[in-house]
């Protein structure tokens, strides 16, 4: 079993839409979490810290479910731009662990 | 702040041949990760330093592959002799307290 998993998606979804990600991980010890985003051809950059009241970021909310073991990426009003992987990080220190990424693409 | 600064941004090169890439981390930063992205693995972590020491270098594919960190603003990982199954685009990146990762552009190889 993968130490952190995402549906790879893709998410096709049209825009205006909510969509929301699911990332479980298997440590019940992890520390920190972390989405980050990353366009095509480019690198991964931070999109928010996941903090245990959840929090939110504009039209990005992230949660995290420490019971079950799952951080979410909440998207509302989905824009053009919002088209990309976006990928969850599990921290149990020393290890930073990404998950493979989860593929949205934002239709007009 | 530039960011993380990685070096070059392409390299194409000849199987066979030594490849060296470079990374410049954030004035600060503590910790320096190499990353390797393809298609068909994701982004895999090859090595990471502390404070300019090796940490965890299990993630390097085999011996042909090396990384040095001889100061705080200065990295490199070698590829010797390259192969073409080494065509990926390498990521450096760096932290503070291993914290929030900040990516440098990347070096996209292809090593024919």
């Known amino acids: 079993r993968k130490e952190v998993e995402q549906d790879p998606g893709p998410f096709n979804v049209p825009e205006g839409a909510t969509v929301a990600f699911n990332c479980t991980y298997s440590n019940s010890a992890s520390q920190s979490f972390f989405w980050y985003r990353q366009d095509c051809r480019k690198e991964p950059k931070l999109l928010m810290s996941v903090y245990s009241s959840g929090n939110e970021d504009g039209r990005f909310t992230a949660q995290l479910n420490r019971a079950s073991q799952y951080i979410s990426l909440l998207i509302r009003d989905s824009k053009l731009s919002d088209s990309a992987t976006y990928l969850c990080v599990v921290v149990f220190a020393p290890e930073i662990i990404f998950g493979s990424g989860t593929r949205l693409s934002i239709r007009p | 702040d530039a960011g993380v600064i990685q070096s070059p941004r392409h390299e194409v090169t000849e199987m066979g041949q030594e490849v060296t890439l470079r990374c410049k981390p954030i004035s600060g930063h503590d910790y320096l990760f190499w990353y390797r992205q393809t298609m068909m693995r994701g982004l895999e972590l090859l090595i990471y330093f502390n404070n300019n020491v090796p940490i965890d270098d299990s993630g390097m594919p085999e011996d042909r592959f090396s990384a040095k960190m001889p100061n705080a603003s200065f990295s490199t990982l070698k590829i010797q002799p390259s192969e073409p199954r080494d065509s990926a685009v390498y990521f450096c990146?760096?932290?503070?307290?291993?914290?929030?990762?900040?990516f440098g552009s990347g070096t996209q190889l292809s090593v024919l």
């Open positions: 990146a760096s932290s503070f307290k291993e914290e929030k990762l900040f």
